[in-house]
């Protein structure tokens, strides 16, 4: 099997754009990763898009305003959605295109403009990743699928509102750390828990934003790897899970199976262990989210991840930071961006330039990104040299 | 790099198939693809969804719906997108799949229930295809971006409304021979000609239809195909081309670069010349686009597509026969489904299973999809032993 490494990372600022189209928000974070990787669009083989929705977009086919935008035809280039993790299909893609010896070196770029449309009508179009036909057309709503998975893990885990909300305080914490996210703003436990509720028990502050943005790395083969890049951080673990359509079909609603399946997979494939993760970035779109991740990617025993944020094991200086980039909480979460944003910042963290938010002499990342509220689910694992 | 064969085959009726819903159109091709490999579900590592829009399925995340229905979970899927393209680039990526070495056996799944939609809503989606904010706008709908392309062909090499005619004549004609096909009618040069101007000079009979349909097939390593198959038929060339996103920026409409670009990748690849096709599908959405594709595959030199289907060059006794499963203007386009099942009548005809279609004793295929209006292309070449 070839080896596969990031050479290139590029990430845009996440936030309301109304400053710049879809295929504007995807040409910033390319530009930034050819800059990075010292080359050029013409050094580049192939081309992977990940893009969520096409309604966002007001577009059928929303990859080609990006390769025309770039200038990157008659190259190729095709789309990839996997909804909220469609980032990371991507990366998942452009990884099988170098690894099968097709291409040498891939860009993938993946972004989201959600903010085209308002607030309702985005919760509309979110609403349809679940069961369209059985729960959606019901009025579940996705902090409607979360709030049932929080219930139930606060049901039989004992897992306290206090817990979720401190996944909140420690997210918004490290966002203030990053520039490059979308609200930059501290939050005391008092604040989350006495904000307004969305879906009991998730209130304002458990949710993560309605943001747009965009994320780019380029991927090569060892050779070119090692020609362009000094520091290239190998993907050495890939996971891919999925679960049922519906949380009605779901055997426990406190495990994404999808999540326990990826991950070991991706753990199998590096030859790794929970143990040997030293910095993670998990799907945090609602702060329960984060709390399963600890327990299905094994950081923890099964009902334990609310004992995990409460003893801080997850801040920077714990057993395994956690979203030390804000995560989707506080750093935002457009949707198809948010893998390939993952992967970015777990490079920086393996290069050792994640400045104030470093976790010192990490070898080892792990990003966990989540379609939908587990409909299908990607594990990567990266390692330096 | 790993060989990669197509072991299993699907495709299920093309139609206005109001009698099943998306996942139970794909539930079809399934099912009679694993029949045909002689494996369960549970021999399959992995799953590829090709669909191309979200609106026609009324839903965010459709693959989901489909590896749901087929209780494939928590195995890895995902969904690929290239509009009308979208079941070639899931072949692509199932094919990506297996040569990267992540997994041996692999389903492939494709479909699309267009008449979920009344056809003007139908026709406003594809419209978005094109450039949403140049073309489309200002009434650009899918006919009118193929008739400026006919009107350009004809004005620059003297192409006619007659030889247009006899794509649509030949092609209901092999239609008639597919109990696949949405449409079973013969149609003469008189009738087509005489039919109602859709986009000048494209008629209705120009026209392919809008049709819901699924197929599926399997790919396997060679190792896998060697023990599940007898009659394995091998992907040796794989190509992927982009164009501009506006018809508007083309240095000449008479040219569709992707397909130059993909064409060139996937001869290159499997080491063979148009010369070695002997048997093809290419994608006739309008009569144009298959005159466009002899040329720009290489089939006949640039400005003689018209004389080559005059010349019935691309009839079952001809030089190169082309869509004679009755192409997507008889068979039917179901868009993301169309990739797919091209090549399940690929391998088809190379099994020598085409029944009274049977182009005798073809070895090498080749497959031609396109998304939009160029904006990308794959080719795909297949080879048996």
Redesign the interface.
Known sequence: ??RVAIVGIGNGKFGIRKDASLRELAFEPVKECLDDAGISLGDVD?MVTGI????FS????P???I???LG????????????C?SGS?AV??G???V????ADVVLVVAAEKMNEVNTGVATE?????GD?TWEYPFGTSFPGYYAMIASAHMDRHGTTEEQLAMVAVKNHHYGMMNPLAHIQKEVSLEMVLNSFVVAHPLKLYDCCLISDGAAAIILASEEKAKEISKKPVWITG?G???????LN?RRDLTTL??T???AN?AYK?AGVTPDDIDVACVHDCFTIGEICAYEDLGFCKKGEGGKMIEEKQTYLDGKIPVNVDGGLKSKGHPIGATGVSMSVEIVKQLREEAGKRQVKGAETGLSHNI??SG??V?VHIYQRD
Chains 1, 2 share one sequence.
């Not at 990157?72 to 909804?83: C, H, I, L, Q, T």
Request: with cysteine.
């Open positions: 099997m070839r192939s969520a929705s096409d309604e007001l577009a059928f086919q990859s080609a305003q390769h025309d935008y990157f035809n008659p190259k190729p280039n095709f789309r990839v959605e996997g909804a993790a299909m998942r893609t990884w099988l295109t690894a099968s010896g097709i179009i979110l609403g349809r990743a369209s890939l891919c899970g999925t679960d049922t359509l519906g079909e199976e999808g326990v399946f990826a997979q494939m379609a939908g409909q299908a990607a």
